[in-house]
């Protein structure tokens, strides 16, 4: 019998992009059910009734959550295509440590923090006034952050060398966001980490990235919608 694989999602979520490049790169068939997150669907709640987010993995009718954690699921279930994470413990260890240094330095940033501390530079400065040295404080940490990815990428085409794989998949979908963090931030990514750029872009060659990501113009208009501009 073929595995029932379900994705609740959101087509903006990083999270969310995340799993759909895993499953992209594995070849799995799923359907995909856009969650409206003003007004949870009760499968969403039932679930996932710890966090009531998504995404939510549900392979034959038993949830998986959070995203990584659904990668690495994706990883070890469908492990006959595209091994994720690397198979020598050392590399798997550094791996998860730098996706959970991105989802605590750079995804620190996301929606509520880093639009109060560092979109406030122009779009919202009226919504939250954020003080401008916090502003540039939040920004500097942010940047930092980035050049530090950057460094452990060094000249490797992808973060697990020749290999696309799960620290790729845990940083790429904030490359969507940028030109929302851009825009409002008044910063370059690129100008400031030339091969981080270098490397998101190598990775949006790959159909598994390319059709998982949503449009970085979408995504800022989206949000300052969401915000009322």
């Known amino acids: 019998m073929a595995d ?5 999602d959101f087509w903006a979520s990083l999270f969310g992009m995340r799993v759909r490049v895993a499953l ?81 330095k750079i995804n620190e940033w996301n929606f509520d923090v880093m639009f109060a501390k560092i979109a406030a530079i122009r779009c919202f400065e009226e919504k939250w006034g954020t003080k401008e040295e916090e502003q540039e404080a939040g920004k500097k940490e942010f940047i930092e952050a980035l050049k530090q990815l950057e460094g452990e990428l060094g000249d490797e ?23 929302a963090y851009e825009t409002c931030g008044n910063f370059s990514t690129e100008a400031e980490c030339p091969k981080l750029i270098e490397w998101a872009k190598r990775c949006t060659h790959r159909e598994s990235v390319s059709k998982s990501l949503a449009d970085p113009k979408k995504v800022y208009d989206s949000l300052t919608s969401w915000v009322g501009l």
């Not at 029932?4 to 609740?8: A, K, N």
């Open 157 to 179: 085409p992808y973060f697990e060398g020749e290999s696309f794989g799960f620290l790729d998949i845990a940083l790429i979908p904030f490359y969507s966001w940028f030109y």
């Open 4 to 8: 029932e694989v379900v994705l609740l």
């Open 24 to 104: 992209s790169e594995k070849g799995v068939k799923y359907e995909n059910r856009e969650e409206d997150l003003r007004n949870k669907s009760s499968l969403l709640l039932q679930m996932n009734p710890v966090h009531k987010k998504i995404p939510v993995l549900i392979h034959n009718g038993k949830p998986v959550c959070e995203s990584l954690i659904i990668v690495q699921y994706v990883d070890e279930v469908w492990r006959d295509k595209a091994p994720l994470l690397p198979s020598d413990p050392y590399q798997r260890a550094r791996s998860r440590f730098w996706a959970d240094f991105i989802d605590k």
